[in-house]
């Protein structure tokens, strides 16, 4: 997992909680913690900063995931306006990534492992969305696109019909977006 990941991860900590609170979740988890965002780290880090930050803040490790993907969406779209500019709605931002957004993080973040969404349109009101990843980070796609709706002031309601932590073979997310 490239480093940049872990330092929205602590941008987004350290903003809700203190800087502290990320030392303690370094701690906590014993991982190194010296994350260059260019460097790539073991996906086993992130897991056991998420475990630890679950244990520290009493959520499911799974709303940890979301929060820091919903907190990361501003920082990504002030650093990267470019990817945001051209849409005004989170499901027309949402269906570039595959094509557009994590294309250009590749080269961005040589050696970037980004996933690849299978994207069902039949419904305008509804856009599903299937996420299969060895990582099974599905709550951070999930904040992902939850932050993308408050980017172009929509709501998001996000039901996951099918999810990797339930034993499917793959998460499928259906997105519901209204003006906030
Ligand atoms: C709705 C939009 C997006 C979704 C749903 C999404 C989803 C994800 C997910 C789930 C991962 C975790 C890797 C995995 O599952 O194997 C990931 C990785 C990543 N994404 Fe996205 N993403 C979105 C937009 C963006 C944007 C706007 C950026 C930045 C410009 C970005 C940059 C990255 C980077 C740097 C990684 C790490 C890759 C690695 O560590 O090798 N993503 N994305």
């Not at 990504?76 to 094509?99: G, I, K």
């Not at 419904?123 to 939850?146: K, N, Q």
Request: glycine share 8%.
């Amino acid at each position: 997992m490239k480093g940049i990941i872990f330092n929205l991860a602590e941008e987004v900590v350290s903003d809700a909680h203190g800087a502290d609170a990320w030392d303690d979740l370094l701690d906590a988890s014993g991982v190194d913690g010296v994350y260059t965002s260019l460097g790539n780290y073991p996906d086993d880090d992130l897991h056991r900063l998420i475990k630890a930050g679950a244990e520290s803040f009493e959520l499911p490790p799974y709303d940890v995931l979301r929060s820091i993907g919903t907190g990361a969406m501003p920082l990504l779209a002030e650093r990267y306006p470019e990817f945001f500019e051209p849409h005004t709605s989170a499901r027309s931002f949402t269906l570039t990534v595959n094509d557009i957004i994590h294309p250009e993080v590749r080269k961005l973040y040589p050696g970037a492992d980004v996933p690849e969404f299978d994207f069902d349109e039949t419904d305008p009101d509804d856009l599903v969305v299937t996420y299969h990843s060895a990582r099974r980070l599905c709550g951070l796609a999930e904040g992902f696109i939850e932050g993308a709706a408050a980017h172009y002031g929509e709501r998001a309601v996000l039901r996951q019909e099918r999810c990797m932590h339930r034993g499917d073979e793959c998460c499928v997310i259906h997105c519901v977006f209204s003006p906030a």
